[in-house]
């Protein structure tokens, strides 16, 4: 088992925020405590959100705040990607450089009979949520509408709007299970391109985790979440798979994020399970809120690192702040 092995994993999609500041701060001290290693990770797998200001933005605003990283990229502290500016075994560190990687995943989950190809759209879930839910079966263009029974009883299908109204703002649409059926055509697909992929939870199992913040975590699947999002109808791996993918190869020893990622935690387990892989410690950080109680988020420019940095701020006032919270 190798030693501490903690990563930073920020995804270029907007300016980082103070929320996030703090998480990677708490994992760059947990790292340092534990006389491990810390990797930097650039998870740019979303090519239509992801840009190069906001690349160069992460790494000049973590080296201002005063982090730094033992393997991955930008080890020259000068926020500038090149040929040659990354540092260990277990690169590329970019994310949409790991693709190989991800499909050799993907080829063992559908080998294993555990994924299937999913045609429904966004919009198709909607509309299967804000239906009346008067018969557990119906047909609607999305097809017909199987939910185990386990799920058919849950909250995951409660009536109306309010299903959708009620998600957690990085959780997913709960899904009805209307192509679960398919799941005996996966071993016809040689490639995942061209349809969306969902994991099969095993509904009614308990998953269940100790979290290094927030002690003991249980989720049901089934209850507390459905078949999740695997790989992307546009050709993109889900966020759920390329993580876990990542972790593994690169040894991760301790997943150091917010709290909204709980019950995501829940959905890697199956698949660190379900590939045989090792499974890490997590500490989860609290959320940090604004003014009026609302997590942050990357559209809260004001409390951007980057804003931070135009207004003078000095980074030892944002560390200052944070270890007084922390304590």
């Given at each position: 088992m190798p030693s501490y092995r903690g990563r930073l994993a920020p995804s270029p999609t907007g300016y980082l925020h103070l929320g996030h500041a703090r998480t990677f701060w708490v994992a760059w001290q947990r790292a340092r405590a534990a006389g491990g290693k810390l990797i930097f990770r650039n998870e740019d797998l979303d090519y239509q959100r992801c840009k190069p200001e906001f690349v160069r933005a992460m790494y000049e605003d973590l080296h201002w705040l005063g982090l730094d990283w033992d393997e991955g990229l930008d080890l020259n502290g000068v926020g500038v990607t090149s040929e040659g500016s990354e540092l260990g075994d277990f690169g590329p560190y970019s994310q949409s450089e790991r693709r190989s990687f991800y499909l050799d995943a993907w080829r063992k989950l559908r080998d294993s009979g555990l994924i299937y190809p999913c045609t429904c759209s966004r919009k198709d879930l909607e509309r299967a949520l804000s239906a009346p839910h008067e018969d557990t079966q119906h047909t609607d263009n999305c097809g017909p509408q199987a939910p185990s029974p386990e799920y058919?009883?849950?909250?995951?299908?409660?009536?109306?709007?309010?299903?959708?109204?009620?998600?957690?703002?990085d959780d997913e649409l709960p899904y009805p299970g209307t192509c679960r059926e398919k799941i005996t055509t996966a071993k016809d697909y040689d490639s995942p391109a061209g349809v969306s992929w969902r994991f099969k939870v095993p509904d009614g199992e308990t998953i269940s985790f100790e979290d290094g913040y927030f002690g003991r975590q249980e989720f049901v699947a089934g209850r507390d979440f459905?078949?999740?999002?695997?790989?992307?109808?546009?050709?993109?791996?889900?966020?759920?798979?390329?993580?876990?993918?990542?972790?593994?190869?690169?040894q991760i020893t301790e997943v150091v994020r917010g709290a909204d990622l709980l019950k995501s935690t829940a959905r890697q387990l199956l698949l660190i399970h379900a590939l045989g892989y090792s499974t890490p410690a997590y500490f989860h950080c609290p959320l940090l809120r604004d003014e009026k109680n609302v997590r942050l988020a990357k559209r809260h420019d004001a409390l951007s690192l980057r804003r931070l940095r135009e207004q003078e701020v000095k980074a030892e006032e944002v560390r200052g702040r944070f270890e007084e919270e922390w304590q």
């Amino acid at each position: 088992m190798p030693s501490y092995r903690g990563r930073l994993a920020p995804s270029p999609t907007g300016y980082l925020h103070l929320g996030h500041a703090r998480t990677f701060w708490v994992a760059w001290q947990r790292a340092r405590a534990a006389g491990g290693k810390l990797i930097f990770r650039n998870e740019d797998l979303d090519y239509q959100r992801c840009k190069p200001e906001f690349v160069r933005a992460m790494y000049e605003d973590l080296h201002w705040l005063g982090l730094d990283w033992d393997e991955g990229l930008d080890l020259n502290g000068v926020g500038v990607t090149s040929e040659g500016s990354e540092l260990g075994d277990f690169g590329p560190y970019s994310q949409s450089e790991r693709r190989s990687f991800y499909l050799d995943a993907w080829r063992k989950l559908r080998d294993s009979g555990l994924i299937y190809p999913c045609t429904c759209s966004r919009k198709d879930l909607e509309r299967a949520l804000s239906a009346p839910h008067e018969d557990t079966q119906h047909t609607d263009n999305c097809g017909p509408q199987a939910p185990s029974p386990e799920y058919a009883q849950n909250s995951l299908t409660q009536p109306g709007a309010a299903a959708v109204q009620s998600l957690a703002p990085d959780d997913e649409l709960p899904y009805p299970g209307t192509c679960r059926e398919k799941i005996t055509t996966a071993k016809d697909y040689d490639s995942p391109a061209g349809v969306s992929w969902r994991f099969k939870v095993p509904d009614g199992e308990t998953i269940s985790f100790e979290d290094g913040y927030f002690g003991r975590q249980e989720f049901v699947a089934g209850r507390d979440f459905a078949d999740f999002l695997l790989w992307r109808r546009d050709d993109i791996p889900a966020y759920q798979l390329a993580v876990v993918v990542d972790d593994a190869a690169m040894q991760i020893t301790e997943v150091v994020r917010g709290a909204d990622l709980l019950k995501s935690t829940a959905r890697q387990l199956l698949l660190i399970h379900a590939l045989g892989y090792s499974t890490p410690a997590y500490f989860h950080c609290p959320l940090l809120r604004d003014e009026k109680n609302v997590r942050l988020a990357k559209r809260h420019d004001a409390l951007s690192l980057r804003r931070l940095r135009e207004q003078e701020v000095k980074a030892e006032e944002v560390r200052g702040r944070f270890e007084e919270e922390w304590q």
